[in-house]
């Protein structure tokens, strides 16, 4: 898959198509984010590893507006770029997608809901691929059960706001888990459970599953099933799964007509 | 458009955390964690995701001062090493270089300790070097060298995922030691047994196992009780002591004397709670001890290490995976300025200025014709005491803020104002450098290369990743740059690496160490002999570094200072997971400022009742060193008749409150213990 990818990128590089191409390049035993510029440099080009590539985007985006460039992404990726345009936070237009699937192992990782993008110009996506857990056992919890567990689970919380930090829907400058009137400031663990609760709130309807808070996270708190969840209810309730067609209305996003 | 993620070691805590610095076109954006990386494991605590608003924060230095009048003015670098220079020449001359000390730091990187001890030793020919290892592990360091031959943590921190039990005492681990925290915490989920001892109710009360909550400074006492109880009931490794142990047959002596009854009575923990705690531990397949500054800062802070060695030497918890004596240093770099000779009594890599061997092989090494001191240097109080006295004319720190972090502040204040000369090199105009004669402005851990050695002596790359900012310089040059205008040849190096490389040829523990390796392993903790040496995960597999590990009977000492009629409560201080040490690279950060924007006194409900104090009502408190007003914070975190203040705000200093009383062999102050008094003033 690799080396097919590089010469496809390497391609949009010569031909002046694209600026840079944001992907992964492994330097130093490590795998980290890069914008690659030079064709040269592409053969340090990896599609193992996982990094919210979305909110770099986004990050590069706001440097220079204007910049094309071409993202190497997975499904959740480009279901983030989707969900972040409905929120005018990206523009489409100046992305070139190239899209991956992810493979079996990765994918279970994650409990992926759709592991890969609309189109992909290597490798094959997961056909027919349900994923393993549906959260049952937490769903059959009693509401006493499902307190003690909560409970249990955000009494470890350390306060870095790592979730957020690592998400790439968590765009807003002013964040509400920073303000007082809800979570009293300094104090650890954060208040039991409005901090954790204000946060998968604000994720109903912009959710796309990638994992990045729960990977974020220092003592392993389950936020994905509270994000998985919350997914259903927004499916059940309104029918909508995020980041599946820029036209789709999200049915949380309120706005005002002028 | 250029967008790259600079792989380099977090500059806060011990753990050792490696993330990467993004940067857009040479100005860094932001933190990204390191999935590959063995400690972090891609997760970090909110002062590492945080760290670059620091590093381009307002108050940054960009060129030297130059003091004239009570005033600073902007200088050149000419002109402020020229001043360096003549007054550095015009005080050796007239007093000699023992009229001189140097604080080295634990903030900066490796190469920068092993230069600023060189300089000390071969520029100015002093051992007075010293650097604030004195204030947190100075006792771990002489305790654990006594006990085992080594005085660094003995494992590592990957192994706490398998431990099966954990006695942590005096670290309140998941705040300042954030990702240490968290492995103690998956370890619990996995089923390991938690003994926690520490007189207040921290985040990880909710997870022991069982809390004992002694009154602070009676370490010894409870750390004798549990021997006391796994002798009586057998649960001695006897094959361990017998193969790998001598003068046991002292410490029982010593332990007997301290049945669960008369330990109630010293520490206050009830002698049921004592004795589950030591079947915990004595039971446990492997059990590891965790501690920091709750231990060390105390008169008897080298008893309460070396009863913590004894208690693991005799359940045979040394020299296997998921055991061990294990400190948490609370610096980033605090072991390897400790490693590279940023001490009084010992060169890079712990040999000692007392041997002549080793004298004649840096003499050699630093084309020297001066002959150093055989005799060990001042450490950093006494330098404080020989300023006041008159006797120290000249003092040179680096990255170091005695203003705010050294016990008895309106001493140190005096001090300081009493020197001839005072030279401070820093990124930020701290308390300390307001007093200098001259300051140089440093650079961040993000403008530099360099190495640090983390808590479980783990030797990591710190990569620059922008340039410096303004004038500022890297400390290694600034330093290199002084040295050679004093006249020396030895300082010429043109990087950090080389530097490493001289590290490397002078100082055996560190002889494997090279940026190369480093850059294909990722990291390499020492002992690391050669080359081919792949590191040592853990200490003492075998044989302990002295031979036979050393139990040291330990007779219980009060502390220096205790609660009377006047001064009727315990103060004790610390830190806190929002903010760093003396506050300077965390309280110009929004969001951590934002968290914690001053300091508090935590006094329990009762103790706030009967004073009439309400919750966030501006005190007195005050110890017979000075007095601080403060918001109180009233919470059962504390026991009753003890406050806790964190140390991190000048402006509510808890070390103006604190005793500077040493312990007689680590000369650490005792900054966990001192009487004081709680008054309203109905604000």
Known sequence: MEPELRDYVGELLDSGTVAGVLALKDELGAVKPYLFTKNNEIGDLVLTSKYPLASVMSMLQKE???????IVCRGCDERALIELAKRNQINLDNIVFVGIPCDEEMADKCNCLQPYPKEIVTGEKLSNWV???????????????KLIFWKGQLEKCNKCYGCRNACPLCFCSDCELENALWVKHGRLPPEFPIYHVIRAFHLAGKCVGCGECENACPVGIPLMTLNHLLREDIKDLFGYMTGQDIEDENPINTKEEY | MKYDNILTTCPYCGCGCKYYIQVINGVAKGVMPCKEDPVSEGKLCIKGWNVVDFVYSEGRLTKPLIKENGKF???????AYNLIVSKFKKIKEQHGPQAFGLLSSAKTTNEENYLMQKFARSIIVTN?????????????????AAAFGSGAMTNSIPEFEDADCFLITGSNTTEQHPLIGSRILRAKERGAKIILVDPRLIQLAKFADIHLRQKPGTDVAWLNGLMYVIIKDGLVDEEFVKNRTENYEKLKKEVMNYPPEKVEEITGVPKEDIISAAHIFGNA??????????ITQHTTGVDNVKSCANLAMITGNMGKACTGVNPL???????????????PNVFP???????GEFREKFEKAWKMDDKIPENVGLTVVEMTNEAHAGNIKCLYIMGENPMVSDPDINHVKESLESLDFLVVQDIFLTETAELADVVLPGTSFLEKDGTFTGTDRRVQRVRKAIEPLGESKPDWLI???????????AFEYNSPKEIQDEIASLTPLYGGISYERLDDLGYLQWPCLDKDHKGTVFLHKGKFTRGLGCFFPITYKPPAELPDKEYPFTLTTGRILFHFHTGTMTRCVPKLDKEVPTGYVEIHPVDADRLGIKDGEIIKVSTRRGTINIPAYITRKVPEKIVFIPFHFKECAANILTNPALDPIAKIPELKVCACKVESIGE
């Open chain 1, 64 to 70: 220079d507006p204007s910049i094309k460039l071409a």
């Open chain 2, 285 to 294: 397949k492997t059990a590891s001890i965790i501690y920091s500054m709750g």
């Open chain 2, 329 to 343: 240093r609370g610096q980033n770099n605090v072991q390897g300025a400790c490693d590279l000779g940023a001490l």
């Open chain 2, 479 to 489: 330093i290199s740059e002084l040295a050679s205008r004093m006249g020396s040849s």
């Open chain 1, 131 to 145: 994923p393993k857990n549906n959260y049952e056992d937490f769903k059959n919890m009693s509401t006493e059960e």
């Open chain 2, 128 to 144: 007075n070097v010293d650097h604030c290892a004195r204030l947190c592990h100075a006792s771990t360091v002489a305790g654990l």
């Open chain 2, 73 to 79: 003015r902007e200088a050149s670098w000419d002109e």
């Open chain 2, 349 to 355: 890599g712990y040999q000692a200025v007392a041997n």
